[in-house]
Each structure stands twice: as structure tokens, then as C-alpha cells.
């Protein structure tokens, strides 16, 4: 039996795509083992989708895997070369910016520098009401870095909400499949 690659998976704080990316763990699990980083924001914040503790517990129950929650428990993930391929799902705005602008100070960001350090896959799947204002000049930057892909993304309203961005989550299999073979899933810009 051949042994199963290591996806880090990052929650950040988009709270209402949260259910999305849980959807998939199973799917996910059964390809890769599936280690949870979960953001100060995921860690601490109830809100109408959820209360954060049970959010945790779930996400821990369906990988069976101990959680990455802190900037000291993310930065081995480099010296230990501890995962194959890491996926950021959902991918905030502001997580966004700091990767875009080389800023380490919370325990994603610090995941993602240690992990790219191995010059290994880094998958974005983006959730951001801003993302076609300042945000795109992230978008763009992380686009042209190397290792870097996007799962495909479109405006999810854009009548009421016309700067959002977020990803199709349901294509977040496919990112990882062709970001292990450095390639990006195309299109990357979605209509509906």
C-alpha cells in the first residue's frame, strides 16, 4: 500500500465558507493525512455560523490528526519538511496580504514561510470581500510567486458585493492534484 502524501490544511477566519472546505475533509482525508492549522481567528471566535471549540473539535475528529495552533507549533514545519504539499482554505484578505507583503506574525503566515522554504505547493483558496480593491495586488503578487496556485475563484455576488472574491471549493482536489505537478488549474477566473 502506498503511503499517503501530507497536506497541511489552514483554516483562516471565513467563517461563512468554513462548512465548505469541512464538506471535503472526508474526500480529502482519504487522499492525503490531513494535519489542521488553524488561525488566532478560528481558534477564538464564536459567531453565528458556529462556535470556535466545536468548530476545532470537528475538524480534529474528521482528520484524526493533532492541530498546528500557534506560531511556535508552525515554524518546524520547514527544518522537518513535514508536509508535501500545504493549502490555505479559506485564505482571508488580510491572510493574504501578509503573505503578499512577507509578514510572519500569526501562526498561518509563519506555516506557509516555513513550509515554502522546501519549495514545495502552496495552495490559496481565497475568501475576501476586498479582493478586486487593495486585495488585488496581492492576488497578483502570490500569483507570480513560484510554488504558489489558486484555486479557482469568481465574484460570489457581484450586485451586492461587487469586489468580492472566493474560491470554488469543490475544486480545491483538483488545485492540490495539479499543484503537486506544479501546474495551475485553469481557468483560474470563474463565471457563473
Known amino acids: 500500500m502506498k503511503e499517503k502524501l501530507t497536506l497541511g490544511l489552514a483554516f483562516c477566519a471565513s467563517f461563512c465558507t468554513l462548512k465548505s472546505v469541512i464538506a471535503l475533509l472526508p474526500s480529502l482525508c482519504e487522499d492525503y493525512r490531513v494535519i489542521p492549522i488553524f488561525s488566532e481567528t478560528v481558534r477564538s471566535t464564536d459567531t453565528r455560523f458556529g462556535k470556535a471549540e466545536e468548530l476545532m473539535n470537528e475538524i480534529v475528529t474528521l482528520t484524526g490528526e493533532n492541530p498546528i495552533t500557534s506560531i511556535k507549533e508552525a515554524e518546524p ?3 522537518e519538511k513535514r508536509f508535501d504539499i500545504l493549502a490555505i482554505a479559506p485564505c482571508t484578505g488580510n491572510t493574504l496580504a501578509k503573505l503578499s507583503h512577507g509578514i510572519i506574525d500569526a501562526t498561518v503566515p509563519m506555516a506557509v514561510k516555513a513550509h515554502l522554504r522546501n519549495e514545495r505547493p ?3 483558496a481565497l475568501a475576501s470581500n476586498d479582493a478586486l480593491t487593495k486585495g488585488l495586488s496581492n ?5 507570480d510567486r513560484k510554488h504558489c496556485y489558486f484555486v479557482p475563484l ?3 455576488d457581484p450586485i451586492r458585493k461587487p469586489a468580492s472574491l472566493v474560491a ?3 475544486k480545491l482536489p483538483d488545485t492540490l492534484r495539479e499543484a503537486l505537478r506544479e501546474r495551475q488549474l485553469q481557468p483560474i477566473l470563474l463565471t457563473k
Open 122 to 124: 502552496l495552495v490559496i
Open 168 to 170: 470554488d471549493f469543490t
Open 77 to 79: 514545519i520547514g527544518p
Open 139 to 143: 492576488i497578483a503578487a502570490m500569483i
Open 154 to 156: 469568481g465574484q460570489d
